[in-house]
């Protein structure tokens, strides 16, 4: 990866403001993989293949942290080969690509239960994090057996068993017990293949994103996808609830 190779880049310098944290709900590879007569796992594998890409072109336009969307605590209820299939694709890429990541500066995050997960894929896990966890050119935190709800409540329990009494929590002590503890909330979302809806993707932390959606297949969104959300995103009013002086 971080290959420079490739002609048809965009220079970062023709956006104006650059999102630190994006958010992508990676939709739509199993009607990638139907649309050409394919199994669904074909559009995950090529889906896992494109997650490269597009951490590549986020390096070149200078974001800093890429959360996705990888499976959700709700794709458990899915046919039971293509969960085995989605857990088999995680460990293979782990081992295939871990090295590469690694060299290229990616410090890998999780966001998730570990719990529910086999424990060898557990162990992957741990050591990509460890591994990766001084590095610094971009966070590439992977949303996997991640719900936004099930986050919450995890975060509640140790908030209970940490004995915070009601008058000590607020808004920054509560995102402090979330998955996402250290990490800023995300300036945008991107959600590919068509739908308009969170399902149950960082629910808190997106309270003031942008969102995005776009038509297009996960393992069709290229650079130039990326390009068009970042152009969008440029042209959003980002107010907070205030009303801004003109
Ligand atoms: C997203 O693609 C990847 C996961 C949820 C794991 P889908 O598998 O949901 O693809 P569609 O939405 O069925 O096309
Ligand atoms: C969201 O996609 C989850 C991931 C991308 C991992 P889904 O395909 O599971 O979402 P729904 O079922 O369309 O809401
Ligand atoms: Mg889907």
Redesign the pocket.
């Known amino acids: 990866m971080m290959m420079e190779n490739e002609s048809n880049h965009h220079a970062p310098a023709s956006l104006e403001s650059i999102p630190y944290h994006v958010g992508i709900?990676?939709?739509g590879n199993g009607r990638w993989a139907q649309a050409r007569g394919w199994p669904r796992l074909a559009g995950h594998q090529a889906g896992v293949d494109n997650i490269r890409r597009v951490l590549e072109s986020s390096v070149r336009f200078g974001i800093k942290v890429l959360t996705i969307?990888?499976?959700?605590t709700?794709?458990w209820h899915r046919p039971p080969e293509e969960v085995t299939g989605l857990m088999r694709l995680l460990g293979m890429t782990i081992k295939r690509q871990l090295n590469e990541l690694h060299r290229n500066g990616v410090q890998i995050r999780h966001s998730g239960r570990l719990s529910g997960i086999s424990p060898e894929l557990q162990d992957q896990i741990r050591h990509a994090l460890e591994v990766t966890r001084h590095n610094d050119r971009i966070i590439l935190n992977v949303?996997f057996n991640y719900g936004g709800r099930a986050e919450i409540l995890d975060a509640v329990r140790r908030i209970i068993a940490d004995g915070i009494s009601p008058d000590q929590l607020d808004e920054a002590l509560f995102s402090q017990y979330l998955y996402t503890s250290d990490l800023p909330d995300p300036d945008l979302i991107i959600r590919t293949?068509g739908?308009w809806?969170l399902?149950n993707?960082l629910i808190w932390q997106a309270a003031y994103a942008e969102y995005y959606a776009t038509p297009t297949y996960w393992p069709d969104f290229d650079e130039e996808e990326l390009y068009k959300a970042l152009c969008e995103y440029n042209v959003r009013e980002r107010r907070f609830g205030r009303v801004l002086e003109t």
């Open positions: 709900i990676m939709d969307y990888a499976f959700s709700e794709n949303a293949g739908e809806r399902s993707f």
